[in-house]
């Protein structure tokens, strides 16, 4: 069932895509990339919640959205896209715990996909 869950994490054409389609070493320069970027979004995202700064935290979640999309991981994007909507009532203390569990179970599957 983690499987699953971490295969569902990302979209498999575009995963895959990047994974077949790309050399090793690019693909491996991606998802590492990738990671540094998500620890930085995450931690300014984290920061402008805390600090009730809302344009910081909607222009984090957008960036972080898009590099979701770039990579395929549907679940992390999708909860990035809530928290950069200004009209979403739900408030970070709940959202980002979840989007935390998706940008993990994102990155074990990208990780899975180098090997």
């Known amino acids: 069932m983690q499987n699953f869950h971490c ?3 990302l ?3 575009v ?23 998500l620890g930085r979004l995450a931690q ?9 700064d809302q344009e910081a935290y909607e ?6 959205a898009g590099a979701a999309a770039a ?3 549907i679940g992390l994007e999708r909860e990035a896209r809530i928290a950069m909507d200004p009209d979403q009532p739900e408030p970070p203390a709940s959202l980002l715990p979840r989007l935390l569990v998706e940008a993990r179970a994102a990155l074990q599957a990208l990780r899975a996909l180098m090997q």
Request: no cysteine; hydrophobic share 45%; aromatic share 4%.
């Open 7 to 9: 295969m569902s994490a």
């Open 15 to 37: 995963a895959h895509q990047l994974a077949e389609d790309l050399p090793p070493d690019v693909f491996r320069t991606i998802i590492l990339t990738f990671e540094e970027d």
């Open 59 to 64: 222009r984090a979640a957008h960036s972080l």
């Open 11 to 13: 979209d498999p054409e």
């Open 71 to 73: 990579v395929g991981a």
């Open 44 to 52: 300014e995202l984290a920061t402008a919640a805390h600090t009730g």
